[in-house]
């Protein structure tokens, strides 16, 4: 059972736009923080772009060209610590 309070506010998943919807060099994979309860009409990539919900093909990660921006803005939110294992 799911209880509505226990979902996180924002889940990151990774698509691109649907063939036909753009020329194949626009199909790259986009990393999105997509809020797990809404629904709205656009949607926006980690990079900025903002892609209608309809035309995204969502798929699992490592699939597709990634697009670069969002592949090094996609942990840029964690936190940073020391790694002792690593001696620092």
Known sequence: MIIQDSLTADVLVAGRLARGTVRESRRVVH?????????????????????????VEWLAPGVGMPCESCLGLAGADLPRSPLSELGV
Do not use: K, N, W
């Open 31 to 55: 990393v999105f923080e997509v809020d797990a309860g809404g629904s709205g009409a656009e949607v926006r990539t980690r990079c900025g772009e903002s892609l209608p919900r309809a035309h």
